[in-house]
């Protein structure tokens, strides 16, 4: 309360404005929601479209419902989301290092960054016959694809933060004689914090995307074991519920990453 009477009554009626305006997008987001599912749901009752081909909310209820019944719903989720955080975390600890790198030899840059550039326009599924020849069929060959699509990303996400630091700071950082080391700790790092957090953001749909596709390449669990089943057997309301269960999964992931987000910004201000 005693900041808030610190505040003129113009900037109290601005922050009333902004709540009320977070509110109401938050409110017409769920009613699109809504509205998206109920045309859904009575497009399949009615039959506009055909059920067995665009499935419908209730039809991905129940096949959520037999899942978590037979004991397998939490199993797979379970199977995909550890193969999908491993990968992500190594993939992000791992370019952000080699992304230091990058930035303190100038020359080992020059060299490996054209080789970085290709490796990220490779197709990574091309090298999943290698992956299985590699790794083996099991969750290894699935946590090598997630980090080798999440990796270059990193990298070149982090290296072109590094590189973006404020160059009149450099000057005189550097006029004042400090030292590689102490640029890098004192000003390139906490500089490059807004690049990090959106390499972070980037990274979680491409550690999905990695494990997703790993796990239609060789998989015995997960969701996108059920995906890749449920499209062979013809059941698109198990297709249907995967891809909703793997679009909440990601979204909550994303969540966390933009409250990191929130409160790296509020101990920065």
């Known amino acids: 309360m005693k900041q808030k009477e610190n505040y003129s009554l113009e900037h109290l009626s601005y922050l009333k404005k902004q709540r ?56 797979h989720i379970s199977t995909t989301l550890s193969e999908t955080l491993i990968g992500f975390f190594i993939a992000v600890a791992l370019g952000y290092s080699i992304a230091l790198l990058l930035w303190w030899s100038e020359i080992f840059r020059k060299i490996s960054e054209p080789y970085f550039v290709v490796l990220n326009a490779l197709p990574k599924i091309a090298l999943g016959p290698l992956i299985i020849i590699w790794c083996g069929t099991g969750s290894n060959a699935i946590v090598f694809m997630t980090v080798l699509i999440g990796l270059i990303v990193a990298i070149l996400n982090m290296l072109g933060g590094f590189m973006a630091t404020d160059e009149s700071k450099l000057l005189l950082l550097r006029s004042m004689g400090a030292s590689k080391w102490q640029i890098l700790i004192k000003l390139v790092v906490p500089s490059s914090l807004p690049t990090f957090i959106s390499m972070l953001k980037i990274n979680v749909g491409m550690a999905w995307i990695g494990s997703i596709m790993g796990e239609y390449i060789v998989s015995k669990a997960g969701i996108g074991y059920l995906i890749v089943y449920g499209g062979q057997v013809f059941k698109l309301d198990l297709v249907m519920s995967a891809v909703l269960i793997l679009c909440i999964l990601a979204a909550g992931m994303y969540a966390l990453v933009a409250l990191l987000e929130k409160l790296v910004v509020k101990n920065k201000n």
């Open 20 to 75: 009320d305006k977070s509110i109401l997008i938050n409110v017409a987001r769920i009613l699109l929601l809504v509205v998206l599912l109920g045309v859904w749901e009575l497009s399949a009752v009615f039959e506009w479209v055909n059920p067995f081909i665009t499935s419908s909310p209730s039809r991905i209820l129940k096949t959520i419902t037999s899942l978590y019944k037979d004991g397998t719903l939490f199993y």
